[in-house]
């Protein structure tokens, strides 16, 4: 090998080493891949704190707040620092109709809290996933495909309980990963960082950006219902 093409390989390796993982993501090819972005849903708490602000709980306000802050932190560090498969936008629940309707403009933002232009989808794309971080649609896989998201089914063998559920273009569950282990004081404490469970409220979030990366790159998941 000469001593160009030596040079060569080391600054493509050093460039490697400093690439964040955000980074690497937006490097990577994506035209070989069925999914191009996810879309990842954020809770505003809007109900809770029109009740607690209606009712002057100001404390429990203020913890709310809080509370979602901690979530949304937690959520955007997991997905920034262990998701590289492809581009991840977020986006507030209570934007869920224009998210339904394919109308992205201004509502999908980046983990910095800018506006997300020149995305990779548009209205009537459907190489795309939404997920969130919460309870799954859980019925018989025995049932035909229902476009009922309100009766969705879906098999991942997973078990029961809060975790990261996976919704494709036309927000039907198509599968769901579960926060196994998390209750194991060690495995908790490694991923401080991503874990943030409110003290008074059902408000948490818990790490699900590794496994659900490893399984879109293993291609590991299956499926019950799926368009894409």
Not at 78 to 86: A, I
Not at 149 to 174: A, C
Request: charged share 25%; net charge positive.
């Amino acid at each position: 090998m000469t001593r160009a093409s030596n040079t060569l390989l080391l600054t493509i390796i050093l460039f490697a080493l400093h690439m964040t993982p955000a980074q690497a993501a937006d490097s990577l090819s994506t035209k070989n891949r069925k999914i191009k972005a996810v879309l990842v849903m954020l809770r505003a708490e809007t109900n809770r704190i029109e009740a607690l602000t209606k009712g002057n709980r100001r404390s429990l306000l203020e913890e709310v707040q809080r509370d979602l802050q901690g979530t949304v932190r937690a959520t955007q560090a997991d997905f920034s620092d262990n998701f590289t498969y492809c581009p991840v936008y977020y986006f507030w629940d209570t934007e869920m109709d224009r998210i339904r309707d394919g109308d992205f403009a201004g509502v999908l933002f980046r983990a910095d809290s800018s506006i997300a232009t020149d995305l990779p989808i548009s209205k009537g794309s459907n190489n795309y996933l939404v997920v969130f971080y919460g309870f799954p649609t859980s019925q018989s896989k025995w049932r035909g495909k229902v476009t009922d998201t309100t009766k969705l089914s879906y098999d991942s063998g997973e078990p029961n309980g809060r975790g990261l559920v996976i919704q494709n273009w036309k927000l039907e569950q198509i599968s769901y990963l579960y926060k196994f282990g998390y209750n194991n004081f060690f495995i908790r404490r490694r991923h401080k960082k991503y874990i943030y469970t409110s003290k008074h409220f059902d408000i948490e979030y818990f790490p699900m950006a590794k496994k659900f990366n490893e399984r879109l790159f293993e291609q590991k998941w299956r499926p019950v219902h799926s368009d894409f």
